[in-house]
């Protein structure tokens, strides 16, 4: 490697990381940086905020394996995979062997117009792998022109099997792969139609069609459960333990008092939702009856003890690691653990002995905490609560349950939780109020109805005693020396800042980017916005504007929070960063021998990263699982009229989700009234030119629900009413005629009044809206 430096020089300056990894063709990480600038430990995180000033300010990109280059820095020659194809049909590209952790460019391949006069090279699909020219065509968009294709090596296709024109067709659960696919009644492996398979691709076409076969039958395209496999399939979730794993965990025994702090006598409970089935943390809280402490508080927090059965290089310790978290779908949970442990031994069921890991934590009346100290303990459970039990009793509504509860347990609670939310609000904890949704299904595991997840004060009681915990783990491994897996959140970028004050300024509300040091400044615009039109608009824009969260052993704070520094430690069931920071609390403070094993703190890096994608992996397919059983809902509604807001302006048209369900569908752009769109990205709006009218984000509309297909899990809305005029450019602006459908299409309540709420034009059967983004 060149541009290496003598050891025991000053810390390097922008300019020179910036030279040294020129000089390194870009193949540098974090690292090697750090090696050659000879950066220890106490200034890892000043490195940090270097590299990203050279990432704000445009001179570096990360590419694969988190490793730096300059910006522009993809080769031009390169091998791509054609990936999928978008709702215009084009095909996009993705860099062989790009991992999924990492930020993907853009890359569109252009075909060779030649081919379609039967010259230039082969034709490119979906799963092709190519050799390709990159033309850079903006930041992290590029265009690729195929010079040869290498193979079309199979790729897998998730799908639904359907019998067409005496033939199978594969319908491919991915809403961006538009293509059907050829299966031949041979390469069916006996699926039949309606079945959800995963099939592989296979070279040549016939009838125009790519070809597949059968590989897998996943089930029944309508069964209960077939939604959940979509997900966890697309994202590659590991599902299955090794039979190693298994055995370990099966063969795990309770524990008893040696070594450990008797909490059994303590009235710990565990709140959690009514559909929970592992409860891996307890709380208990009093009155501090130390006279110096008027008013203060006494917590406890326990969590159940995993690193005592999960110990490090451990077959049960390789699969938590991989998977990294649980998953949860609305009808399923993939575990991290195995389910003896999980909803066994890890769990805190009542009345039963458990071993865990606690943190008693003396505040003040303030909600300041005072001290605390972390202890190895055997507890039980004195009961396991619902969110709506604790609340109704807490409101004077108690049930068999609760009511010897309310003032012994219950009331010191809620004692502890005020002092803890006031603490809170004066240290500026981003406020942002967005609606989230909950699936409901039947005994039969379909869906009959989606709510809105009501937030109760015992939600946030049960949030702030964690909050509490988790900084307490962080500092008591700070004060111990001992490696801490953060986590962390970044502060916005400048970009982003300069995107959301653009937008804000469309809307006349005052913001200072430059001056922005703190979360709890956005909640000023929270607070402006709140009670207008532009209040579910607004907190989403924020949300946009905000860094994602990640573990990382260099600690930067949690900005969102307004923490100095924070860990997470109290869901080691669910998440492998929990049980690093068990295992780093039990080396530091001698609470036994399966703590962090020596030098282990070198792979925190390298697994940070990992833990950060599989959350991240994680999150998607419960989203993609979700929209799922949204649509499969949907599916019986076509033809009906919905209340909704705008929740996406791109030049593709409007994503809208609906008021009562949260159900996220597209309004196309060749389905707005006729014109010519601009899109204002820093705005969040389209435009139209001859019409002026806008469509904003979060402005309210009123769709009829025009498709609904459970197969790619997507929605077609036809907009009746919404919008507002703006400045119309040349032209008159055109009066609306909204559409009457008749039969089953009939739009239910729609008056001539709405109809006539848009600018004329047709709805359906036109070319498309034409778009252009504004620079």
Not at 660 to 675: E, F, R, V, W
Request: charged content about 25%; some cysteine; proline content about 7%.
């Amino acid at each position: 490697m060149t541009g290496k430096t003598p050891k025991h020089v000053p810390f390097p300056t922008k300019e020179q990381v910036l030279t040294f990894i020129q000089d390194n063709n870009g193949e540098v990480g974090k690292r090697e940086i750090a090696r050659a600038f000879n950066i220890n430990g106490g200034q890892r995180s000043e490195l940090r905020a270097l590299i990203k000033q050279l990432e704000d300010d445009g001179s570096i990109q990360r590419g694969r394996g988190r490793r730096f280059a300059p910006q522009g820095s993809l080769p031009e020659v390169t091998v791509l995979r054609v990936s999928h194809s978008d709702a215009e049909g084009d095909l996009f590209c993705r860099p062989e062997n790009w991992p999924e952790d990492e930020p993907l460019p853009r890359i569109l391949f252009v075909p060779d117009r030649r081919n379609s006069r039967g010259q230039g090279g082969p034709e490119v699909g979906i799963g092709d792998r190519i050799l390709a020219r990159l033309a850079r065509q903006g930041e992290a968009l590029y265009q690729a022109k195929c010079i040869r294709r290498l193979s079309s090596a199979p790729a897998r296709v998730l799908g639904i099997l359907a019998e067409a024109q005496g033939s199978l067709r594969l319908r491919p659960t991915n809403r961006k792969d538009r293509d059907e696919y050829l299966v031949d009644f041979k390469d069916a492996n006996q699926a039949h139609p309606g079945d959800l398979v995963e099939a592989e691709l296979l070279p040549g076409r016939q009838l125009g069609l790519r070809r597949a076969k059968v590989v897998d039958i996943l089930g029944e395209e309508d069964g209960p459960r077939s939604i959940s496999l979509v997900a966890i399939h697309t994202f590659d979730i590991p599902v299955d333990f090794p039979q190693e794993a298994i055995d370990q965990a099966e063969a795990a025994q309770g524990i008893d008092l040696k070594g450990r702090e008797d909490l059994r006598d303590i009235p710990l409970i565990t709140i959690d939702g009514a559909d929970a089935r592992d409860f891996d943390d307890a709380v208990y809280a009093r009155a501090d009856d130390d006279p110096s402490n008027p008013g203060g508080w006494v917590v406890l927090v326990a969590i159940a003890d995993v690193a005592h059965y999960v110990r490090p290089g451990s077959p049960l310790d390789v699969a938590a690691k991989e998977r990294g978290n649980s998953v949860y779908f609305p009808d399923r949970v993939v575990p991290m653990l195995p389910e003896a442990l999980s909803n066994g031994w890890c769990s805190l069921r009542p009345k039963e002995e458990r071993g865990c890991m606690a943190v008693w934590m003396t505040f003040d009346s303030e909600g300041n905490k005072l001290r605390h100290h972390f202890v190895r303990g055997l507890m039980r459970s004195a009961a396991r609560l619902t969110y709506e039990q604790v609340q109704s009793a807490r409101d004077g509504h108690p049930d068999d349950l609760t009511g010897p509860l309310v003032e012994p347990v219950i009331a010191p609670l809620y004692g502890a939780f005020k002092s803890l939310l006031a603490a809170r609000h004066r240290r500026g904890t981003l406020e942002l109020d967005l609606p989230e949704r909950k699936v409901s299904l039947d005994e039969n595991g379909l869906v009959d109805g989606i709510v809105e997840r009501t937030r109760l004060d015992s939600h946030r009681l049960i949030e702030e005693f964690m909050v509490s915990a988790n900084v307490a783990a962080a500092e008591t491994l700070e004060d111990k020396k001992q490696p801490c897996m953060y986590r962390i959140h970044d502060q916005p970028t400048h970009e982003k800042l300069e995107a959301l004050a653009t937008f804000l300024e469309t809307l006349s509300i005052p913001f200072h980017k430059g001056s922005v040091k703190h979360s709890g400044q956005f909640n000023g615009i929270l607070e402006k916005a709140r009670g207008t039109a532009s209040e579910h608009m607004v907190n989403e824009v924020v949300l946009r504007s905000q860094a994602q969260a990640e573990y990382n052993p260099d600690n930067i704070g949690h900005f969102g929070l307004a923490l100095r520094r924070y860990a997470h430690f109290t869901s080691p069931i669910r998440r492998y960063a929990d049980l690093l920071v068990h295992r780093a609390l039990i080396r530091g403070l001698d609470l036994g021998k399966d703590g962090l094993p020596p030098d282990s703190d070198q792979e925190f890096d390298e697994i940070g990263q990992h833990i950060t994608a599989t959350e991240r992996r994680a999150a998607a397919a419960e989203r993609d699982a979700v929209n799922r059983f949204t649509v499969s809902y949907m599916a019986s509604h076509v033809g009906a009229v919905f209340p909704g807001r705008i929740n996406g302006v791109t030049r593709a048209g409007l994503f809208v989700t609906l008021d009562q369900s949260g159900a996220d569908g597209l309004i196309p752009i060749s389905a707005l009234p006729n014109d010519f769109y601009v899109h204002d990205e820093g705005a969040h709006c389209l435009r139209g030119q001859a019409t002026g009218w806008e469509f904003r984000l979060g402005g309210p509309v009123e769709v009829l629900l025009r498709e609904a297909n459970p197969v790619s899990g997507g929605l077609l809305f036809e907009l009746l009413q919404g919008g507002n005029q703006g400045k119309p450019g040349r032209g008159r602006p055109r009066k609306t005629l909204g559409r009457s459908a008749k039969g089953p299409g009939k739009v239910p309540g729609t008056t001539s009044k709405k109809r006539n709420a848009l600018p004329k034009g047709p709805v359906r059967g036109r070319k498309a809206a034409r778009t252009r983004t504004k620079p």
